[in-house]
């Protein structure tokens, strides 16, 4: 083999990435096809996380719900964590690798929503009754098989995201099923678990939480991977929303419900996409990230065409001053002038490996930027290579880089550059990211991304991270208290859905209707005499334009709608004036009606008050129209708008329409 030669003097990785983007066949989601799944093996399932709404939190008395600003905070905890050994006496791999990170885990606290429980000094009180209820309940509407007992067990995680280092959880049901529009979806359990902080920022070596989210009761519903297109997927995780929200014993709002997303393709692994918080980005990301494995299964075949004993497979290391050996690259100098140390790596035969397509706008060397930003703790941009798709190594520094590291033709070259500290755990992790290559797809969990591309976040964890929960004896439910709570479930999802149908309220309307669990609101406008499809699509289309383009008031309930269609009965008006008043009360809840009214110039008129100036109106038509052949629904159409506006809340539109009508066909 040529030594001592430019590796990458005529390779082009902008082309490279073109051709293996065509080679493993990825289109866009756009253009994707049920056939384009069913080639790379598609398969997905889900994990549901809803907050339960309740007064107080899981295991201690804080309340629940109440969330402060990032810089409202008393006090501030320092931690680091450390991996325990499982029952089995082994440590799980993302407690492992979480340890390497070696960061300082800071807590922000509000005295209004920590206590001692959560900073882990105090032990768990009984678990919240109300909060077990209303899981059991959504575990019946899931139609799963409810346990005997509950068992609190404790859940590992070393990420900071829970101050004890574990998360106290129990299963609830198992074994359920959901119907969607063409098939059903296996569940495979429901568990009651508490809620982790949220964070507010993690760089190198420091991240920030605060504590007002954690220990808030939360239910995790997990489906079998029984998804086999991005959209049964996303129709999968919007079904089981809605049928938490269906019970009303939820929290709803901005990470109110996140969704874990389980993808594999033939031939790969599972990989989790960590905390999707909108349905909508579902299909993209789990897209993406199953064409994702499917190129990492190309770029094993790739290695192993090339690489005869992966084992034995060992990259290259030099430490370099850039300055010295004459590096020109502008990213490398800016952080050497800032003190930062400089590694030059060879990667035998990875030629073509590196800037082979992963994910839209990435490639495989993203995937070792991604574990050094994660792992070793370096910020972003933190390498640079031969196959580099933004600021590459140029020929010259090439040249230098394959004389220092004896590199071949077939080799692919590497800069690194961090701080001395850093420095062996990011050796560590290119090296096992590389050798991780010959076996494919690494089990991982990664983070969604607003553009449907996904990050690495941590190894994937496993069974050894749980353990029972010492602290908290069984809890036995006795079956007549299950019949107790079979008895207060609402309607099936599958059920409402044919409800909507029958009431012939528009299709358009009924993702917004159970997005807001507004079914119930619809019943009981029928009960006063609206039709289902009016209040559907009242409240379907109207409300939901009044919500995307006014601010709501605190106090403002869906069942002010019904109180004023009470009030419009009782005063004998018409239901027509409802969409007029709407936007007010939304606003402005606690006016009473007869001021919504009066803000609104209403004057109450008779319908032969609204007959009367027809004859006026036509004659003014007959005046001022265009053409004398204008068709009588012209001149019908233009009368109705001038009476429009006095007519709601008065008379029925269609009955004023036909006495106009009436009149047009006496004239004619």
Known sequence: ??????????????????????????????????????????????????????????????????????????????????????????????????????????????????????????????INREALEYALEISLLSKLNIVGEVHITRKQYLDGSIPTGFQRTAILGVEGSIQLKN???GLIQLSIEEDSCREISDIGHQRIYKTDRLGMPLIETVTHPDCLTPDELREAGEYIRFLNRSTGKVRTGMGAARQDTNVSCEGGTRVEIKGVSHLKWIPELSHNECFRQWALLNVRKLLLEKVKTPAKWQMKHVKIDPREVGIENELVMSYVDEGYKVIAICLPQFKGILSHFTQPGKCFANELSDRLKVIAGIEKPNITSSEDLDIPLNAKD????????????????????????????????????????????????????????????????????????????????????????????????????????????????????????????????????????????????????????????????????????????????????????????????????????TSLNFKRRTKDEMLAPIDYLLEKFREIRVSKNDSPKIALNWVMGQLNRQALGNVDLKDLQKSIEKKLAKQA
Not at 86 to 106: C, N, Q
Not at 445 to 459: I, Q, S, W, Y
Not at 550 to 564: A, G, P, Q, S
């Open 1 to 126: 083999m040529k030594k001592n030669s430019s590796p990458t003097k005529k390779f082009d990785p902008h082309k490279n990435y073109q051709n293996t983007m065509k080679v493993i066949g990825y289109v866009s989601r756009k253009k994707a096809k049920p056939e384009d799944y069913k080639r790379i093996g598609f398969k997905s399932g889900l994990e549901v996380h809803q907050q339960i709404k309740t007064k107080k939190k899981l295991f201690c008395r804080c309340p629940a719900g109440i969330f402060h600003d990032s810089n409202d905070y008393h006090a501030e905890i320092i931690r680091h964590m450390r991996p325990t050994l499982s029952e089995m006496g082994e440590y799980d791999g993302t407690a492992l690798m979480e340890f390497k990170t070696r960061k300082d885990i800071t807590y922000r606290i509000h005295n209004q929503t920590t206590c001692t429980y959560e900073i882990d000094d105090t032990p768990p009180f009984p």
């Open 183 to 185: 098939k059903k979806v």
């Open 398 to 597: 090439l040249e230098t880089l394959s004389r220092v590291l004896n590199a071949s033709d077939d080799d692919a070259i590497l800069l690194f550059w961090g701080i001395e500290s850093d420095i062996p755990t990011a050796l560590e992790v290119i090296q096992e990211r590389c050798s991780m290559a010959f076996d494919g797809v690494p089990r991982e969990t990664r983070r969604p991304m607003a553009d449907g591309t996904t990050l690495f976040e941590r190894v994937l964890p496993g069974a050894d991270r749980m353990y029972p929960d010492t602290d908290s004896a069984p809890i036995p439910l006795e079956e007549s208290y299950i019949d107790m709570l079979k008895k207060r479930i609402p309607m099936d999802i599958a059920d409402r859905y044919k409800q909507m149908k029958d009431w012939n309220i528009p299709s358009d309307t009924y993702t917004y209707l159970l997005k807001k669990n507004l079914v119930p609101v619809i019943e009981q406008l029928v009960k006063l005499g609206v039709s289902g499809r009016s209040a559907g699509t009242f409240l379907g289309h109207k409300l939901k334009f009044v919500e995307g383009k006014l601010d709501k008031h605190n106090d403002f309930t869906y069942n002010r709608i019904v109180e004023m269609f009470e009030f419009l009965n009782k005063q004998k008006l018409q239901p027509s004036i409802a969409k007029l008043m709407l936007p007010t009360i939304y606003q402005h809840p606690n006016m009473d009606f007869d001021s919504v009214l």
